[in-house]
């Protein structure tokens, strides 16, 4: 399946006007729900103590390496949008607890991947399999996995489960289909987008339907926030792919043509492989399919990324998914809360700049 390599300037992806708003969008989140975050966060350090010393010291080197809860916070808002209010499990709010859980799920799989992807970097620090090893990271992992699945047997929603561990396994699914499709450049962009939505939209979607859910909200609103995150999970990962190609180190946390030099399949280099000519099309096919890489070809790589605008492209798609996102919200009031999730989803594009 071919995929077309043209696209608006990327300077377009936002009106200059919505700058100061867009770039403000997490810190203004944060601040709706400051208080549920500051419970989420002591959760977190809480329920990541063990008797076991090294699950703690390789959980203190995640927390300094921050990260912007983004996950947790989108189950936080997403049940104050629906009027949620005080219901407890395990002694804190519903909802403070299953954003515990949220960025847990999301924090194992981190740990899991960075083994697989032999990565060195996470977050702008040494990735924890770096400075513990690859073992310790994977049971961590397995630890946090587990923490996970006990607190969303504390809810004592058979919902809730259901959702959070069906998110779970298809996380998991995403990962493996993508180390299937690994190297692989005559896979179609539906597959690459099964990928992504997989790997990363399907979190982003189940934490903000069990905000719904805490809150016993009707279909129609539990559905609306699935889609609103499945929509800014889809466009936060395309922006990722875009940045692997276009940001510095120091933006990005991680090392910059680590998916090139992976042989991952994303949308710059699929949009690239098809738009090339001959010459261009044996490079790519040396360099992602057959691994056989040299110094100067991350370079190399970077200019013909540049030559079709794959950027651009991708990173057009990633603001339609943003817009896709925000009309979700639509079957909501016009509120502080709703106004900054969409702000959320311009964000997700935005942060590429």
């Given at each position: 399946m071919g995929v077309v390599a043209s696209s608006p300037d990327t300077d377009m992806i936002l009106p200059p006007s919505d700058a100061e708003g867009v770039e403000g969008a997490l810190s203004g989140l944060i601040a709706l729900v400051q208080d549920d975050l500051t419970l989420c966060n002591q959760a977190i350090i809480d329920r990541m103590d063990s008797?076991?010393?090294?699950?703690?010291?390789?959980?203190a080197h995640?927390?300094?390496?921050?990260?912007?809860?983004?996950?947790?916070?989108l189950t936080l808002a997403s049940a104050r949008l629906c009027g949620f209010d005080t219901a407890l499990a395990g002694g804190?709010?519903?909802?403070?607890?299953?954003a515990a859980c949220v960025e847990f799920i999301h924090t194992a799989t981190l740990l899991h991947d960075d083994v697989v992807d032999e990565s060195r970097m996470r977050r702008g620090m040494a990735s924890a399999n770096a400075v513990f090893g690859n073992n310790a990271s994977v049971l961590v992992g397995d630890f946090l996995f587990a923490r996970a699945f006990q607190l969303m047997v504390e809810d004592g929603s058979l919902q809730v489960l259901a959702i959070l561990s069906k998110a779970a396994a298809t996380i998991a699914e995403g990962e493996v289909l993508q180390l299937a499709t690994q190297n692989d450049?005559?896979?179609?962009?539906?597959?690459?987008?099964?990928?992504?939505?997989?790997k990363t939209a399907s979190l982003f979607a189940a934490a903000c339907q069990v905000g719904a859910v805490v809150?016993?909200?009707?279909a129609e609103e539990e559905q609306a926030l699935y889609d609103y995150g499945m929509?800014?999970?889809i466009a936060f990962q395309l922006t990722d792919d875009a940045l692997d190609y276009a940001a510095d180190q120091?933006?990005?946390?991680?090392?910059?043509?680590?998916?090139?030099?992976e042989g991952k399949i994303t949308l710059p280099v699929l949009a690239a492989f098809h738009a090339g000519d001959a010459e261009e099309k044996r490079f790519w096919q040396r360099t992602i399919g057959e691994s056989d890489q040299t110094e100067d070809d991350l370079e190399e790589a970077l200019r013909l990324i540049a030559r079709h605008d794959t950027i651009g492209l991708t990173l057009e798609r990633a603001r339609i998914m943003a817009e896709k996102a925000k009309r979700a919200l639509d079957i909501f009031p016009d509120n502080?809360?709703?106004?900054?999730?969409?702000?959320?989803?311009d964000y997700t594009v935005w942060r590429a700049r």
């Amino acid at each position: 399946m071919g995929v077309v390599a043209s696209s608006p300037d990327t300077d377009m992806i936002l009106p200059p006007s919505d700058a100061e708003g867009v770039e403000g969008a997490l810190s203004g989140l944060i601040a709706l729900v400051q208080d549920d975050l500051t419970l989420c966060n002591q959760a977190i350090i809480d329920r990541m103590d063990s008797q076991v010393p090294l699950i703690p010291q390789l959980a203190a080197h995640i927390v300094a390496a921050g990260g912007k809860r983004l996950r947790p916070l989108l189950t936080l808002a997403s049940a104050r949008l629906c009027g949620f209010d005080t219901a407890l499990a395990g002694g804190v709010p519903r909802h403070v607890h299953l954003a515990a859980c949220v960025e847990f799920i999301h924090t194992a799989t981190l740990l899991h991947d960075d083994v697989v992807d032999e990565s060195r970097m996470r977050r702008g620090m040494a990735s924890a399999n770096a400075v513990f090893g690859n073992n310790a990271s994977v049971l961590v992992g397995d630890f946090l996995f587990a923490r996970a699945f006990q607190l969303m047997v504390e809810d004592g929603s058979l919902q809730v489960l259901a959702i959070l561990s069906k998110a779970a396994a298809t996380i998991a699914e995403g990962e493996v289909l993508q180390l299937a499709t690994q190297n692989d450049l005559e896979t179609p962009e539906s597959r690459y987008l099964e990928v992504i939505e997989g790997k990363t939209a399907s979190l982003f979607a189940a934490a903000c339907q069990v905000g719904a859910v805490v809150a016993a909200r009707p279909a129609e609103e539990e559905q609306a926030l699935y889609d609103y995150g499945m929509s800014l999970g889809i466009a936060f990962q395309l922006t990722d792919d875009a940045l692997d190609y276009a940001a510095d180190q120091r933006k990005l946390g991680k090392t910059v043509g680590d998916d090139f030099r992976e042989g991952k399949i994303t949308l710059p280099v699929l949009a690239a492989f098809h738009a090339g000519d001959a010459e261009e099309k044996r490079f790519w096919q040396r360099t992602i399919g057959e691994s056989d890489q040299t110094e100067d070809d991350l370079e190399e790589a970077l200019r013909l990324i540049a030559r079709h605008d794959t950027i651009g492209l991708t990173l057009e798609r990633a603001r339609i998914m943003a817009e896709k996102a925000k009309r979700a919200l639509d079957i909501f009031p016009d509120n502080p809360l709703r106004r900054s999730l969409c702000a959320v989803a311009d964000y997700t594009v935005w942060r590429a700049r």
